[in-house]
């Protein structure tokens, strides 16, 4: 099975499709534009579901209280005076949370 054999039918596919011209009108009809653009707008009242309706502002929500959650703790998180840590050994957690969980302590 040699691909590179002239006689092969893929050669023969490729070759005719290479040949052939395509001689379509590649613009869009007198008035189309104007009837989508009219049926987009045409349907505004259609019924919306309960989810699709509160999604976007429950998205706007929880992006407004992640931003809070920053500003509020942005001195921890940055390491300034007021929320850093007295001493720096106490913020390395000392207990097993697995066993204090499971209750697996000596």
Request: hydrophobic share 50%.
């Amino acid at each position: 099975m040699n691909l590179h054999d002239p006689k092969h039918p893929w050669n023969r596919l490729v070759t005719a499709a290479r040949a052939l011209r395509d001689d379509r009108d590649l613009a869009a009809p007198y008035g189309f534009t104007t009837r989508v653009a009219a049926l987009a707008f045409s349907h505004e009242g259609r019924v919306v579901s309960l989810f699709e309706r509160f999604a976007l502002k429950a998205v706007g929500i929880a992006c407004l209280l992640a931003l809070v959650s920053v500003a509020v703790n942005y001195r921890t998180l940055a390491g300034g005076s007021a929320g850093a840590l007295v001493d720096d050994t106490e913020a390395v957690p000392t207990d097993d949370a697995v066993a204090v969980v499971l209750d697996l302590t000596d």
